[in-house]
């Protein structure tokens, strides 16, 4: 059975982030997930996390620094040392919320660039990083970001990102599949879901256009094919309400019919 995880750096951003896990837990969630937890400390996410009875599903691999424009360090050459701390520092934030999953970005690479250094430094890294989130029991994952929302993103496809995993040959890097980027790139994310389903160990979801609420027909098809095929990971909700968050959710009424939730 599927689970739906609201993910808190989209979903409530009218209330703190700290604030933001009760307001996930009252609407009726059992899961969260965001991007990245390193601005706070680990005792007091945890903490968060215990008080209001809510799991912990993902969060992101430091992404260098954001506000310079970076998106991950695994693809970028010269920057391996750094990624390896940020893989340690991930692992024990994992360790001590409990997710199971830590999603891998891979960076932006300049316009033009003869993709075969990076991809020859993306497999190394990401063979580094499953190496040592296996230790932990962990998984990491990686997913194709659309390039109008993230320009150069050197990850753009799920064919793409199967190929580098039969590159690496980790047995715990398994794909990240978020509908909205598949459908921004004129894939069909049914279409993709039916091709990839073996090797996706998290789903994501948002509506088309806007990224808002994923109450389009093409999500709804989408969820409703998930919850035929059994499919028990979870559905990390990374969309933008149009509104108040709880005011949207209406949607997630019918996203599986065994639970119902939030």
Same mark, same amino acid.
């Given at each position: &059975?599927?689970?739906?995880?609201?993910? #808190?750096?989209?979903?409530?951003?009218?209330a703190?982030?700290?604030?933001?896990?009760?307001?996930?837990?009252?609407? @009726?969630?059992?899961?969260?997930?965001?991007?990245?937890?390193?601005?706070?400390?680990?005792?007091?996410?945890?903490?968060? #996390?215990?008080?209001?009875?809510?799991?912990? !599903?993902?969060?992101?691999?430091?992404?260098?620094?954001?506000?310079?424009?970076?998106? @991950?360090?695994?693809?970028?050459p %010269?920057?391996?040392?750094?990624?390896?701390?940020?893989? /340690?520092?991930? *692992?024990?934030?994992? %360790?001590?919320?409990?997710?199971?999953?830590?999603?891998? &970005?891979?960076? /932006? /690479?300049?316009?033009?660039?003869?993709? $075969?250094?990076?991809?020859?430094?993306?497999?190394?890294?990401?063979?580094?990083?499953?190496?040592?989130?296996?230790?932990? %029991? #962990?998984?990491?994952? *990686?997913?194709?970001?659309?390039? =109008?929302? &993230?320009?150069?993103?050197?990850?753009?496809?799920?064919?793409?990102?199967?190929?580098?995993?039969?590159?690496?040959?980790?047995?715990?890097?398994? $794909?990240?599949?978020?509908?909205?980027?598949?459908?921004?790139? %004129?894939?069909?994310?049914?279409?993709?879901?039916?091709?990839?389903?073996?090797? *996706?160990?998290?789903?994501?979801?948002?509506?088309?256009? @806007?990224?808002?609420?994923?109450?389009?027909?093409?999500? =709804?098809?989408?969820?409703?094919? #998930? !919850?035929a095929? @059994?499919?028990?990971?979870?559905?990390?909700?990374?969309?933008?309400p149009?509104?108040? =968050?709880e005011?949207?959710?209406?949607?997630?009424?019918? !996203?599986?019919?065994?639970?119902?939730?939030p």
């Open positions: &059975m599927m689970r739906l995880a609201a993910n #808190l750096s989209f979903l409530f951003a009218d703190p982030f700290m604030a933001r896990f009760a307001r996930a837990a009252k609407a @009726g969630f059992d899961t969260v997930e965001f991007l990245f937890p390193y601005d706070q400390n680990p005792a007091d996410l945890r903490a968060a #996390l215990d008080e209001t009875g809510l799991a912990q !599903a993902l969060f992101n691999l430091p992404p260098g620094n954001w506000d310079r424009g970076e998106r @991950g360090l695994a693809a970028l %010269g920057r391996e040392a750094e990624f390896h701390d940020s893989v /340690v520092q991930a *692992i024990r934030y994992a %360790g001590a919320l409990g997710n199971r999953l830590i999603h891998c &970005m891979a960076g /932006v /690479v300049p316009e033009g660039a003869e993709r $075969l250094a990076f991809e020859d430094v993306y497999g190394r890294n990401l063979a580094f990083a499953c190496s040592e989130a296996s230790k932990a %029991g #962990l998984t990491i994952t *990686i997913e194709p970001i659309n390039p =109008t929302d &993230m320009p150069g993103y050197f990850l753009q496809s799920m064919d793409d990102a199967s190929r580098i995993m039969d590159r690496v040959g980790a047995d715990n890097l398994k $794909l990240q599949f978020d509908a909205y980027h598949a459908a921004m790139i %004129g894939r069909d994310p049914l279409a993709e879901w039916r091709k990839h389903r073996d090797r *996706i160990a998290h789903v994501q979801v948002a509506g088309l256009p @806007g990224r808002h609420e994923p109450d389009t027909q093409r999500m =709804t098809s989408l969820l409703d094919r #998930l !919850a095929d @059994g499919y028990a990971g979870f559905v990390g909700c990374e969309y933008r149009r509104g108040r =968050t005011e949207g959710l209406g949607w997630a009424q019918n !996203a599986d019919p065994a639970q119902r939730r």
